[in-house]
């Protein structure tokens, strides 16, 4: 029998989500903004789906997740600066995090995307997942400034919550299903999860010469893994200490 | 020669400086908006959210450089909500067209080449049209201004550092105003 | 029915910073107590570098007893309730908070013990706050000097010392009060943006230094130096370099055969016997309810606790709550001023990917009194602290200043090349109590076992928005000295709101008609219960409050053990 070491369990579940085509993310090109000649103002371009074999869900539906999917990938695109929310994987971590931690959501997230997706149809004509890139980011821009009808309650409150769990999603530890193949932890230059950083590491991060470990916390059975049902807030803020000054523009 | 054509030259520079401070009435129109009237929904969030062409006449010969404002005056704390700021329009501009760009790769059209999009009270550099609360008609500003001097404004200007930054230039201004409203 | 146990020599509600500091003196004189714990032991396999857990679900707080009792809060007593926060600023463990705070350990200064006398002094009474009810502590530094020391050493502090018997050491800070040796440890290890800040602070003709931790540099009392890791912000410590009490003071304590810890203890209410003194502590364990009578009960639950247990423990001799016959239990109350932060774009890396909050550099020109207020318009200051300390979803979540929106393409253009590239300051400032600021109980909301939660009445003044305004100015100053091509701040300041300091409500002084509690930390009115915790500080200063409650309880509790007999109660 195969020894399969954890760390293989957890580059083998990455990739079942990433397309089994070379080249991925380029053939995403014409779905970002990077491309002039290929982006046409105003004109519908059918959503570039999946080219590969659907993951099991495990609590969104396969509509919901078909718009989820899209979501993300603009909140945080595939595009020159390279992959994106659809390689981490993060609308796979939200599924995921919906039957737990995150399960208090469940309920925004039901009804929030149907939201989303009739007020895309409304607006723009057609349903959100096949609107042009162009017109799916005005349609977020809409939900995030509260323009958007239809939400109940503000559209912006949905649309946080829907970066904040993207952004846990991309840049979480992979442990969580998302952050696949470190893609979120390279994009921002993390070097990674170490249980030891001594002075000379420092020194050599400082060099930009810390090569990025690829590594989650749980990669060896050090640490429990006790996680905790808990109200997710967007982003809770006990005291100041924790947040960055948000100016008020 | 007599102190009368110096003194009729003084008066004349003196009368053009006074021009300056009354701005020359701007005509502004749409071919898709109607004055008073609603605008309509592709303009607005209820529809495509897009920008509509706007037309101008009667901007002074004397203007190198125009600016747009899209204000609520029903809105805002305090008013007015702050639609839309564009600015270093070149003068030879007869209006903008529709669907001005918001996504930052797409290039101004030609005719208002060079134009940059301020600081709107959603926070963003973009056409961002009506979407009031529900139950009350709002009345929108399509504010145009030209201005006597091709000013090297920074981008990420919002209406009021706009204002403060074209002070003492407005040799012509004029608006037309629409109307919106969400029923409940 | 609840069943009662044996009568202990002294109960200590709470086993967290304070109440796991008392319970060695005491359990080394040979007394004989039980600390009851709402929480249980938290070990180093529960420590994971793991950013969701720590920072964004709220983990362990999220499954514990306190998190069932968060307070409700308002800016005044004619403002609505603000909507109630899902995570206590607390943590039920043994060791509690102490697991995974900051564990910043700083002295506060002479100052801050005299504000009323000093500043009228200085400057005049008229330059006291209005509205203000601050009185000076009955006692100087000088008093708690030795037991700042015990406590150092004890938990294990590190630092550089700037003044030890009146010599100015310019490594260290030259404002703080003389201390009679140096740290245990030297601090924390530097790193290149903190020296390139000091740096800048110097130019600018200021005295940076680094700051004191409850962190291990170099490995002490058989524990590991600090490794680092970056996760050590709301996160506990894998390697037991962050000095709690729960790898400190406690299994020194249980060493002693004198600690008994009961964990998973949820305190309802202390008793009050027929004499009209404490007899001890109510509490459930899985539903079971117990009663533990002792001669001596010593509060430390953390100020909303205190002041809660304190209210709801009514009984003939004190009707509106236990030693509140004064009406002074919950006044005096104030939320530290920690906010108002100050944030930085830099045209480089700051490298912070590793580190933690504690590993930094401070300015004090700008704290307390150590600059001439004379044509201010408020006194007191606060403490800059610029540190090294980044994880990746926050940094995702980081202020772009302005110049990019927060997601797409642009965003993460901005994103990949400045996640490393921002600061945040910690500005921690001198904060007063006010007559309109207190704490009582909320007239509505319930814990899930029927009692009213704790309600926080309070906003910051006048005074201490002017200090925070101040100090933005001058963090803005360092900051651009630096080389920051931009700079936000945070609004200066507005209602209080549940904080992770949060100072008086069972306020320490000689007057029993505006203090709670004794100079020992004894209440006034029921003379052997004494109360642990910065509830009993009058006065924030500049700094935060854990090592002054430490080496106030390790007062209090010496002062128990000297004088037993005088304080406990006797059993008729």
Not at chain 3, 142 to 161: L, M, N, R
Not at chain 3, 229 to 239: E, I, L, P
Request: charged share 20%.
């Amino acid at each position: 029998m195969t020894f399969i070491s954890r760390r293989d369990l957890l580059k083998r579940a990455a990739v079942v989500g990433v397309a089994p085509v070379a080249g991925t993310f380029q053939s995403r090109d014409d779905r970002g903004a990077e491309s002039p000649a290929l982006h046409e103002p105003g004109v519908a371009r059918p959503f570039q789906g999946r080219d590969r074999a659907r993951e099991p869900l495990e609590n969104l539906t396969a509509g919901e997740m078909d718009i989820l999917d899209a979501v993300v990938a603009r909140l945080i695109p595939t595009d020159a600066n390279g992959p994106g929310a659809t390689e981490a994987r993060a609308a796979h971590y939200i599924d995921r995090a919906l039957g737990g931690a995150l399960a208090s959501s469940r309920p925004a997230y039901t009804s929030g995307l149907a939201a989303l997706d009739r007020y895309a149809r409304s607006s723009r004509g057609a349903a959100f997942t096949q609107l042009s890139a162009t017109d799916q980011n005005s349609v977020l821009i809409d939900v995030e400034t509260g323009a958007a009808t239809g939400f109940t309650g503000s559209s912006a409150a949905f649309f946080a919550l829907l970066l904040n769990h993207t952004h846990q999603g991309t840049f979480g530890d992979p442990y969580y299903g998302g952050n696949a193949n470190f893609v979120g932890w390279d994009l921002i230059s993390y070097p990674g999860v170490r249980t030891m950083v001594t002075a000379a590491d420092q020194q050599q991060l400082e060099k930009h010469a810390l090569k990025p470990n690829h590594k989650s916390a749980y990669e060896t059975d050090m640490f429990t893994k006790a996680t905790a049902r808990l109200e997710d807030e967007s982003l809770p803020r006990l005291d100041a200490r924790d947040s960055d000054a948000k100016a008020e523009v | 020669m007599s102190r009368w054509p110096v003194a009729f030259l003084c008066v004349g520079l003196l009368g053009a400086r006074a021009a300056a401070q009354t701005p020359q009435t701007i005509t502004v129109e749409s071919p898709t908006l109607k004055a008073d009237q609603p605008i309509p929904r592709d303009y607005t969030a209820d529809g495509r959210n897009v920008s509509p062409p706007l037309t101008w006449a009667g901007v002074p010969a004397a203007a190198k450089q125009l600016a747009v404002v899209l204000q609520d005056p029903d809105a805002g704390n305090p008013p007015p909500f702050v639609h839309w700021v564009i600015y270093k329009i070149p003068p030879t501009a007869k209006g903008l067209p529709e669907n001005v760009p918001f996504e930052p790769d797409t290039p101004m059209p030609p005719e208002i080449a060079g134009a940059i999009q301020g600081v709107s009270g959603f926070r963003r550099p973009i056409y961002r049209g009506p979407a009031p609360p529900p139950g009350k008609v709002h009345h929108y500003h399509f504010v145009v201004y030209a201005l006597d001097a091709a000013l090297d404004l920074k981008p990420g200007l919002n209406r009021v550092e706009l204002l403060e930054a074209i002070k003492g230039h407005v040799v012509g201004q004029g608006e037309l105003v629409a109307t919106y409203e969400r029923k409940p | 029915m609840a069943t009662t146990l044996k009568e202990t020599d002294v109960v200590i509600i709470g086993l967290g910073a304070v109440g796991g500091v008392a319970a060695l003196p005491l359990t080394q004189a040979g007394i004989e107590v039980v600390g009851l714990e709402a929480g249980t032991w938290l070990t180093r396999r529960d420590f994971a570098p793991d950013e969701l857990r720590n920072n964004y679900r709220g983990w362990p707080q999220g499954v514990q007893k306190a998190n069932q009792e968060i307070p409700t809060s308002r800016a005044t007593a004619s403002s609505p309730t603000a909507p109630r926060g899902t995570i206590h600023p607390m943590q039920n463990a043994v060791g509690g908070t102490s697991l995974h705070y900051w564990a910043q350990s700083w002295r506060l200064n002479p100052w801050d013990f005299k504000v009323v006398s000093e500043t009228t002094r200085r400057y005049g009474a008229g330059r006291i706050p209005k509205g203000s009810t601050v009185e000076d502590w009955p006692f100087g530094l000088e008093e708690i000097e030795p037991y700042y020391d015990k406590v150092e050493y004890e938990v294990g502090v590190s630092g550089q010392a700037g003044n030890i018997d009146g010599k100015i050491d310019p490594r260290g800070n030259k404002f703080e009060g003389p201390r009679k040796r140096a740290y245990p440890m030297p601090p924390l290890r530097g790193n290149e943006f903190l020296d390139k800040m000091a740096g800048a602070a110097r130019s600018l003709g200021w005295h940076p230094f680094p700051g004191p931790a409850a962190v291990n540099s170099r490995s002490y009392q058989n524990r590991s130096a600090c490794m680092y890791h970056g996760f050590c912000n709301r996160g506990g410590c894998h390697v037991d370099a962050k000095n709690s009490t729960a790898v400190t003071t406690i299994p020194r304590a249980q060493a002693t055969g004198k600690l008994k810890v009961v964990t998973s203890a949820h305190v309802t209410t202390i008793e009050v016997g027929s004499d009209g003194l404490p007899s001890g502590v109510n509490y459930l364990t899985d539903g079971v309810e117990y009663f533990q009578p002792a001669k001596v009960v010593l509060l430390a639950g953390y100020t909303y606790e205190n002041v809660r247990l304190l209210l709801l423990s009514t009984s003939k001799a004190f009707p509106d709550g236990l030693s509140n016959n004064h009406h002074q239990v919950g006044r005096h109350y104030f939320s530290h001023h920690q906010g108002a932060g100050v944030s930085a774009l830099f045209p480089f890396n700051i490298n912070a990917w590793y580190g933690l909050p504690a590993q930094g550099i401070a300015v004090d020109n700008w704290a307390d009194d150590n600059f001439d207020h004379g044509t201010l318009d408020f006194i007191g200051g606060g403490n800059l602290w610029v540190y090294s300390d980044r994880r990746p979803i926050g940094a995702a979540g980081m202020n772009t200043f302005g110049r990019v929106p927060n997601w797409g393409s642009q965003w993460k253009a901005f994103i990949k090349e400045n996640a490393d590239r921002s600061n945040t300051s910690y500005i921690q400032k001198s904060t007063l109590p006010y007559e309109d600021n207190f704490l009582d109980l909320d007239p509505v909301v319930k814990d899930p076992l029927g009692y009213p939660v704790c309600r926080v009445t309070a906003e910051y003044k006048e005074n201490e928005r002017r200090i925070a305004a101040y100090t933005q100015d001058k963090m803005e100053q360092w900051y651009r000295e630096a080389g920051a091509i931009a700079v936000q701040r945070g609004p200066v300041g507005g209602a209080m709101g549940v904080s992770t300091h949060a100072y008086g409500g069972t306020r320490m002084g000689d007057n029993p008609e505006t203090n709670v509690v004794n100079r020992w930390g004894f209440s006034h009115e029921a003379p052997n219960l004494g109360v642990l915790g910065a509830s009993v500080m009058g006065t924030s200063g500049a700094h935060n409050p854990t090592l002054t409650a430490q080496a106030l309880a390790w007062r209090t509790a010496e002062r128990l053990v000297k004088n037993f007999n005088g304080i406990a109660r006797r059993r008729s």
